[in-house]
């Protein structure tokens, strides 16, 4: 298994509270993502970074914002959290940007229900 | 209409089976097409990666595109139990992960 560590990896929290999530990955590469998976959507990118302090907008951002402050570590920050927000988050990395043959890696998940 | 559809399944077969797993889509720019296996409460891995046109191989899996009919398929040869897991299509026009689309995601369960 890569090395990605997401946490929590379970999480009830109230409306309108901020929510962190953090992903944490010994691999050493440069490229990390956000994602959001969702019964009848799969999964859709919320943020990705290509470098520390280097960030940029998915499909799905609103409501979301994210640091990369080290190579290793992700965070993805809800800044308000609503119950349209309750969903599986994936943290997702990869060497390269996404040249023929390489690969992106998941993390295990983090499930967060927003009551 | 959304740019990849996939049947959500769930498609039950007994062990041994060939299965059959696909996904439509309607962007003709897509070109990199991949198959992520996702088991229950884990993380999606990659399974297969094809370029363009035409078939791969792999073990007992199998990708084929074909662009002409937006369509592509993974076919899992010899089933076994330890193949029951959801079957993610994703594809992007462009290389760069942040470009893939996904598939909602067919769920398969083998019987022994």
């Known amino acids: 298994d890569a090395g990605i560590t997401q946490s929590p990896r379970h999480k009830v929290t109230e409306t309108g509270t901020p929510v962190t999530l953090r992903c944490h990955q010994t691999?050493?590469?440069?490229?990390m993502y956000w994602y959001r998976q969702d019964p009848g959507h799969g999964l859709r990118l919320i943020h990705y970074s290509y470098g520390v302090k280097d960030t940029d907008k998915g499909e799905v951002s609103d409501g979301y914002s994210v640091s990369r402050s080290k190579t290793e570590d992700f965070l993805l920050t809800l800044e308000s959290a609503t119950s349209s927000q309750t969903s599986v988050y994936f943290c997702?990395?990869?060497?390269?940007?996404?040249?023929?043959?390489?690969?992106?890696?998941f993390g295990e998940g983090s499930w967060l229900t927003v009551v | 209409q959304k740019e990849v559809e996939q049947d959500p399944g769930p498609l039950s077969v007994p062990e041994g089976a060939i299965v059959s797993l696909n996904c439509t889509y309607s962007?003709?720019?897509?070109?990199?097409f991949m198959w992520y296996r996702q088991y229950s409460r884990k993380g999606p891995e990659l399974l297969m990666y094809?370029?363009?046109?035409g078939n791969k191989e792999d073990g007992r899996f199998t990708a084929q595109v074909d662009k002409s009919s937006k369509y592509i398929s993974l076919f899992i040869r010899d089933s076994q139990p330890s193949d029951s897991a959801t079957y993610l299509c994703a594809m992007s026009a462009a290389t760069g992960f942040q470009k893939l689309v996904f598939g909602t995601g067919t769920r398969l369960l083998v019987s022994p």
């Open positions: 997702a990395i990869s060497e390269v940007q996404g040249a023929p043959g390489n690969t992106i890696y």
């Open positions: 094809t370029y363009s046109s």
């Open positions: 962007n003709s720019a897509f070109q990199y």
């Open positions: 691999e050493n590469h440069r490229y």
